[in-house]
T-cell receptor
């Protein structure tokens, strides 16, 4: 089954404790993205990747890191999480000109 | 660069009534437009997309949207609301210069009343 998977689905952590949210897709898509969803703001892009070893900042990259060492994986790293990073995070993958994005199930992160 | 504005953060419709969700976009290049739906506690699912072919686009679950270049709009409609349509709906835009970037509107929460 074609899908984007994220782990963990739920995470409660404390300020300053490094964490990684994994994302994997099995569709051989070139593009992958991370978004955060906050009430009233829709989805905002954090980082995106056009291919292996090629990443770029989205609209809200501060406090986040990413890497793309393999085409299928695109982990999101929070080196020192803060409470304002409490949010619902989505990973997505896409291909081709139209950029139709396929979304993972989401990761709900709470930073205390 | 692209941006999207969704008019109305909450819409309440009666079961069987018309659903109309408004989306206006701005884009410096010919746009590709999408409507996504998010059911409670779930991820985003593509409802339909416009990619410069037919201006009236039909999607899943009886939804359709019409691209109007003169009005820079891509409104979503469904003739008869069903209780299962209760969800949050997002309009999004990209373009040939977007390089993997999709710009989302703030979302419209739809409530369906019996």
């Amino acid at each position: 089954e074609a899908q984007v998977t994220q782990n963990p689905r739920y995470l409660i952590t404390v300020t300053g404790k490094k964490l990684t949210v994994t994302c994997s897709q099995n569709m051989n898509h070139e593009y992958m993205s991370w978004y955060r969803q906050d009430p009233g703001l829709g989805l905002r892009q954090i980082y995106y990747s056009m291919n292996v070893e090629v990443t770029d900042k989205g609209d809200v990259p501060e406090g986040y890191k990413v890497s793309r060492k393999e085409k299928r994986n695109f982990p999101l790293i929070l080196e020192s999480p803060s409470p304002n990073q409490t949010s619902l995070y989505f990973c997505a993958s896409s291909y081709g000109e139209y950029n139709e994005q396929f979304f993972g199930p989401g990761t709900r992160l709470t930073v205390l | 660069a692209q941006s999207v504005t969704q008019l109305g953060s909450h819409v309440s419709v009666s079961e069987g009534a018309l659903v109309l969700l408004r989306c206006n976009y701005s884009s410096s290049v010919p746009p590709y437009l999408f409507w996504y739906v998010q059911y409670p506690n779930q991820g985003l699912q593509l409802l339909l997309k416009y990619t410069s072919a037919a201006t009236l686009v039909k999607g899943i679950n009886g939804f359709e949207a019409e691209f109007k270049k003169s009005e820079t709009s891509f409104h979503l409609t469904k003739p008869s609301a069903h209780m299962s349509d209760a969800a949050e709906y997002f309009c999004a835009v990209s373009g040939a210069d977007s390089w993997g970037k999709l710009q989302f509107g703030a979302g419209t929460q739809v409530v369906v009343t019996p």
